[in-house]
Each structure stands twice: as structure tokens, then as C-alpha cells.
């Protein structure tokens, strides 16, 4: 299973945050990095995946894009998600790989092409629709995405946990690459995902609380 660091990014920083309350996100000047300029962070960390949040563009305060760029050169596979609005509103670069959410990405989603489809879900329910995530995973196999992330955001940061039940069904309703970000805190986390069949797993208090090892985060593997 792929292991993939998340990085959100906000007015230049890298920055650490919880419960998706993005107002109070602050530079993450702690764990397996001694910097949160975004390069030096990288560097510091070395995954060989990364996924970058730039919130300022999601929130449509600003962009990141250069600095997503340069990022990207330094890992294997860079998801971006960076807001887009539009099939003319993806981001071009070396590695980078487009993620659009249900956040921003619109109404229409069968008009992109390619990238990964994030399923943004809020208490339980994919936002801003409300629908609930298997059924919008089921509707998803008919467009032309080239995998999906489910991200819980409101247990981003949080360390709570994921929950196991539905991880099965999820899994078993959508039929191409499938990862999960969103409060995966222990190895035994990564394992139940493992188990379930999915493709992927985004982290980062994990790593920085030193629940999951760096190691695996520069080899891009778990479990």
C-alpha cells in the first residue's frame, strides 16, 4: 500500500491544523522537519509521495503554484490539490498529479478527464451535496477519474482513528485506486486499510507524533 505524507500549505508554510477549522491552522514548527518553509520540509522529510493542500487557493485567497512545483521535483508522485474549479483549472508539472474535490470541483464532475476525484466528507456526509460517500463512490465509477481519495476532513489533525466498518464497502463500491486520508493514527490503521484493499494512505500527525516511522514515509510503502 502506497504512504503518502500531506503537506498543507497557507500564506507560504507549511502549516498544521485539525478538524478541517482552517482559520486556526499555524506553522507546523514541530515534528521531523526543523522548518515549515515548504522546500526545506520536504527536504527534511523526504517522501517519496507527497500530497499538498494549498488552502489559500481552495479558499481562494492566493496560490501556491510555484512553490507546489518545486516540491513535486523533489518526490516520485506529487497529488495536488490546489482548489480546481474546472477542467481549464488544473495545475501542469513534473510529478504532479491533479486532485479535484467535491469542495470546489463543481456540480458537473464527469467533465474531468483524468486525476484523482477527492471525496471531501464532513460528518460523515461528501460536502458541499451531502450524499453519502458510497453512493457518490458508486455514481464516481462512471467518470473518468483515475482514482479517488476519501478524505474525512473533520478528522483531519485529530488522531481519532478511522472507522473499519465502512472501509469494505467503500472499497468494494468503487473499482479503481482508492486511498484514504483523514485521522489515520497508528499502524494498525494502515493495517485495517491494508486489509481492506486500498491503494493508499495519506498521513502526517501520524508521522510527526512518530506513531507511523519515517522510514516507511521515504519508502512510500506500508504494512
Known amino acids: 500500500m502506497e504512504l503518502v505524507l500531506a503537506m498543507d500549505l497557507k500564506k ?65 508522485a506529487c497529488y495536488v490539490d490546489r482548489g480546481s474549479r474546472s477542467p481549464d483549472d488544473l495545475l501542469n508539472g513534473y510529478h504532479i498529479r491533479n486532485i479535484i474535490g467535491t469542495e470546489t470541483g463543481g456540480s458537473d464532475l464527469s467533465r474531468y478527464t483524468g486525476g484523482f ?16 460517500p458510497v453512493d457518490f463512490l458508486r455514481r464516481a465509477n462512471g467518470w473518468k477519474f483515475d482514482g ?18 465502512t472501509l469494505g464497502k467503500m472499497r468494494a463500491t468503487y473499482h479503481r485506486k482508492l486511498f484514504y486520508g483523514g485521522g489515520v493514527a497508528t499502524v494498525a490503521d494502515l493495517q485495517a486499510l491494508s486489509d481492506a484493499g486500498f491503494d493508499g494512505a495519506i498521513i502526517a500527525t501520524a508521522l510527526h507524533r512518530g506513531t507511523v516511522p519515517l522510514a516507511w514515509v521515504r ?3 506500508c504494512c
Open 148 to 165: 479517488c481519495i476519501i478524505l474525512n476532513i473533520g478528522a483531519v489533525g485529530t488522531e481519532t482513528g478511522i472507522n473499519k466498518d
Open 12 to 76: 507560504n508554510l507549511v502549516v498544521h491544523g485539525k478538524s478541517g477549522k482552517r482559520a486556526s491552522y499555524k506553522p507546523l514548527d514541530w515534528g521531523c522537519s526543523p522548518t515549515a518553509e515548504p522546500h526545506g520540509f520536504v527536504t527534511a522529510v523526504a517522501p517519496k509521495f507527497l500530497y499538498i493542500a494549498d488552502l489559500d487557493r481552495i479558499e481562494g485567497n492566493g496560490s501556491h503554484d510555484r512553490v507546489v512545483r518545486d516540491c513535486a521535483r523533489q518526490v516520485a
Open 219 to 221: 519508502r512510500g510503502r
Open 117 to 132: 476525484l477527492s471525496l471531501d466528507i464532513r460528518d460523515g456526509c461528501v460536502i458541499p451535496s451531502g450524499r453519502d
